[in-house]
């Protein structure tokens, strides 16, 4: 007879937003922290780890919501992505009208009464009007994983972000990452920050830097997991200088959204190549309906 197996647990913490992230990796120290030195802080910086980064010059990205840098990284492949999957996509046809969804104040200005402009109606427009399509980039990722790769997982993001929106759907971008315990494979923790609300656009400097650059993970998430969690919570998950900060697992099933980016533990994944990445965006692109 077999013994049944104990539930999952899931240590949850949700940051309200990038402010939140602010204030908690700026949590003042524990008495924890004594005998638990913090390896968001005290890591050595170096180009294999955080692009020699260090602790203040990523709190210094933070502060100042993002890193530019790494969103001119990202534009080097959207700006080739975005019109190759563009035109793989039937998107919205405009024609000037008396009413319709949006209007064009300079044709208002000049006395023009067709001001407005309304989609034309066409059974072979795939449109996303209305919907609301929810992406999920877990950032966990293991030490292999080299800095290219983040690179095209951030572009990849950014890139199905603008070919869903332009076809009228709304996205909203969440980031988490998500660690298993070692030794308990039932237990995990998610701490999970809304990037993006539907109605907002990409701030690709904030995406830059959670989602590209490898301070994101290793040191801003690594200072929320010291920060957010118990004594106990840090224990189970091995958070201290000379640990291991948990391992990449993946969020269930249920909770990856309609486009999830799962954690990174080996190399040669989706986005090792440039090819490899902008296959994966058209894939979402079919699952989605929005490429036939």
């Not at 969690?229 to 990449?248: F, H, I, N, W």
């Not at 954690?263 to 040669?268: C, F, G, L, N, Y």
Request: glycine letters at 8%; a negative charge.
């Amino acid at each position: 007879m077999r013994r049944p197996q104990p539930a999952a647990a899931t240590d949850r913490f949700t940051l309200a937003d990038w402010g939140a992230l602010v204030t908690a990796i700026d949590a003042p120290p524990t008495p924890y922290d004594a005998t638990h030195s913090s390896a968001a802080k005290k890591t050595k910086a170096s180009p294999y780890w955080d692009l020699s980064t260090g602790w203040a010059r990523t709190r210094e990205y933070a502060g100042a919501a993002g890193w530019p840098e790494g969103a001119a990284k990202i534009r080097s492949y959207t700006d080739r992505w975005i019109p190759q999957l563009a035109s793989l996509v039937s998107l919205p046809v405009y024609t000037p009208d008396i009413h319709g969804e949006y209007f064009d104040v300079g044709v208002i200005m000049s006395g023009e009464p067709e001001h407005w402009y309304q989609p034309e109606a066409s059974d072979a427009i795939i449109s996303g009007r209305g919907l609301v399509h929810r992406v999920v980039v877990n950032l966990s990722a293991s030490s292999c994983i080299d800095a290219p790769e983040l690179v095209r997982r951030g572009a990849a993001v950014a890139a199905l972000v603008a070919v869903l929106e332009a076809t009228g759907a709304a996205v909203e971008v969440v980031v988490c990452a998500v660690i298993g315990a070692p030794g308990n494979s039932r237990r995990t923790c998610d701490i999970s920050l809304t990037l993006k609300q539907a109605s907002d656009a990409l701030d690709l400097d904030r995406l830059a830097l959670v989602a590209v650059h490898p301070a994101g993970l290793r040191r801003l998430w690594f200072r929320l997991w010291e920060s957010l969690l118990t004594d106990e919570q840090r224990d189970a998950y091995d958070v201290r200088l000379d640990g291991g900060y948990g391992q990449p697992v993946d969020r269930p099933a249920d909770e990856q959204g309609d486009v999830y980016s799962p954690a990174m533990s080996r190399t040669a994944g989706a986005f090792a190549t440039d090819a490899g990445a902008e296959a994966w965006v058209a894939d979402q692109l079919r699952k989605l309906g929005a490429i036939q």
